[in-house]
């Protein structure tokens, strides 16, 4: 005979659990519903994105420049040192063999040069004092044991400056490491955030670039800029040559350029040597603090930290190499935070 058990009845716990469950189920069905589908951002939000980090590049690059500025500096240093130590050394080794040649005559007479002495005293120069005193050494050989010490002092100076330096090089070429890594990375994160936009998106940034310098070409040369005199107007003149060149950070010409390799090598092709980065072309000549007073040629210094630097071009524009991706090319000067000229 079959048995006829009643079904079980789910506990309240378990009636609970489910009805939250569903409900949130629900609940989550409906927003999914409602929710609006991401958006992408807009053309003008990637463009100052790749802006900030183009500006962000730049200032690694100015740093970067820097650091290998140091570093030939260094360089030379070193090599004059190294090269003033080998000839201090040889220098010296002609001095004591001058002496060694006289104590070996006496030795062979059989009297002991005190110079064997003194190179084997514990205070040169306090021997040296008293063989003096008791004139115990004729007046040469005093003149040349002195010379001797002279030597040594200058040579044990050099070797330690000579070694402070190798040690201040090696620190800087870690550091050049280390911004040539920074700098690479913003680049290949601008790059990529370019690659996010279509064909026709970087089409018309490029395009309203082009208009842009175009127009501050215009307004330049209405200005006047197109006829300037005197050594910085010959370095403007130069510059002008250069229109078109491709922006390549820490590139200083001739085909390439970033900003401070930009106006240091037009200054240089009319003789004029200036320091090679922005910071340092900041404080190269006189200041300039009032847009009203800039001269064409002057060079105008950007942001608070001076990281970027152009010719002044008459008119409110100014003529430099902008960014990667770009071109030598005019551009308002108001399109950057202006700090101040310097007139060279």
Not at 2 to 18: D, I, Y
Not at 42 to 53: G, I, R, T, Y
Request: net charge neutral; glycine share 6%; aromatic share 6%.
């Amino acid at each position: 005979m079959a048995s006829h058990r009643r079904p079980k009845q789910p506990s309240r716990t378990r009636v609970t659990v489910l009805t939250t469950a569903a409900a949130a189920a629900v609940a989550l069905s409906a927003n999914a519903a409602n929710a609006a589908p991401s958006e992408k951002p807009s053309m003008d939000e990637v463009k100052a994105k790749v802006d900030k980090l183009y500006e962000q590049t730049e200032q690694a690059s100015e740093k970067l420049n820097g650091a290998e500025e140091k570093q030939d500096r260094l360089e030379k240093e070193i090599s004059t040192l190294q090269d003033n130590v080998a000839r201090g050394q040889a220098d010296l080794n002609d001095l004591r063999d001058s002496l060694g040649l006289a104590a070996a005559a006496q030795y062979r007479t059989g009297s002991i040069d005190p110079s064997v002495q003194l190179f084997l005293s514990a205070d040169p120069d306090d021997y040296l004092d008293k063989a003096s005193t008791m004139d115990q050494l004729s007046s040469q050989q005093v003149e040349t044991l002195k010379k001797v010490t002279e030597k040594q002092r200058a040579l044990a100076q050099q070797r330690s400056e000579a070694t402070e330096k190798l040690k201040d090089l090696a620190d800087t070429r870690s550091e050049l490491a280390k911004k040539k890594k920074e700098v690479q990375s913003k680049l290949t994160e601008a790059r990529q955030l370019l690659n996010s936009m279509t064909a026709a998106q970087r089409a018309a940034i490029a395009a309203a670039d082009a208009r842009a310098s175009r127009a501050s070409e215009r307004s330049a040369l209405d200005g006047g800029g197109s006829h300037v005199t005197g050594r910085a107007g010959s370095a403007y003149a130069v510059a002008q040559s250069k229109i078109g060149s491709p922006y390549v950070y820490s590139a200083s010409g001739p085909n390439t350029f970033d900003c401070s390799g930009f106006t240091s090598w037009s200054f240089a092709q009319v003789g004029i040597h200036i320091p090679r980065t922005s910071q340092d072309q900041a404080n190269a000549g006189t200041r300039i603090y009032s847009q009203s007073d800039l001269q064409v040629g002057d060079l105008v210094i950007f942001y608070a930290d001076h990281h970027h630097v152009g010719f002044y071009a008459g008119n409110g524009q100014v003529l430099h190499a902008p960014r990667s991706g770009t071109v030598v090319r005019y551009e308002s000067i108001d399109n950057m935070p202006f700090q101040f000229g310097v007139r060279i």
